[in-house]
């Protein structure tokens, strides 16, 4: 795959890998800003020993396990890994020169055992410190809603809230993607009514609409192609919080 950081911000999927068509593109850009951090800093352990033959074969590097290529604003830099020289250290191509090498990133590397990995798997793309106004549609109830005064949420109109509403929040902020492709039978009609909207606003008026259907299925409004699958607990855990309320 290939990753680009956008204009907004965010990494994004510039490239998916073969036959994969994605209706979300948003990577996890804390995850791979990390990782270049850690390329940066791979250490030089020992330079390969000329050996007869297809060395890159026996190194696992034709074809290697992992071939990075990144570039900032002045040049490209690319790397090519292969098996591990020792339990520590990994063989590596650079410039046409074979090394072995050691550092964080190969730990890293391991994590990524297949492209979804690479994924930015929150539903919200928000902070709950971007918004400033927040309000809750839940089911047929009437709605909630707070906006955050002198660093406290406030219910509006000023009729208090059983329970503090940060809980809900917090997990609305920390809701994970557990399908990014849901299967098209698990899908909401047109005519499905959503059980859970929250739409948040920050200061310059700008919305995010978070809507909940059926089958734990999730859209998020600035992931405007996509529809995602949560955890099945999510929905138990987001109709408790919201119920408490009032």
């Known amino acids: 795959p290939e990753l680009d950081p956008s204009g907004f911000g965010h990494w994004m999927i510039s490239a998916a890998p073969v036959d994969s068509t994605l209706s979300d593109t948003l990577a996890d850009g804390s995850f791979i800003e990390h990782l270049l951090d850690t390329l940066r800093n791979l250490r030089v352990s020992a330079i390969a020993p000329p050996t007869e033959g ?42 046409g020169q074979i090394i072995a090498v050691e550092g964080a990133s190969l730990k890293m590397l391991e994590y990524i055992t297949d492209f979804k990995k690479l994924r930015f798997h929150k539903l919200m793309t928000w902070k709950v410190d971007d918004a400033d106004r927040v309000s809750i549609f839940f089911k047929n109830k009437k709605p909630i809603s707070v906006e955050r005064t002198s660093g406290e949420w406030t219910p509006t109109p000023g009729k208090a809230l ?34 859970l909207r929250v739409q948040w606003m920050d200061r310059k008026n700008q919305k995010l609409d978070l809507i909940f259907y059926p089958n734990s299925i999730a859209t998020a409004s600035n992931r405007p192609h996509a529809w995602f699958k949560l955890f099945e607990s999510s929905k138990a855990s987001l109709e408790a919080a919201v119920s408490t309320l009032r």
Request: proline share 9%; no cysteine.
């Open 54 to 95: 297809n060395v890159r074969a026996r190194l696992g590097l034709d074809p290697p396990q992992y071939w990075l290529r990144w570039k900032d604003s002045t040049r490209t830099y690319e790397i090519r890994l292969g098996t591990h020289a020792d339990p520590i250290n990994v063989f590596a191509e650079v410039n």
């Open 162 to 195: 059983k329970k503090s509403i940060e809980p809900l929040l917090e997990l609305l902020a920390h809701l994970e993607i557990e399908n990014f492709e849901p299967s098209m039978t698990r899908l909401p009609q047109k005519s499905t009514q959503p059980w």
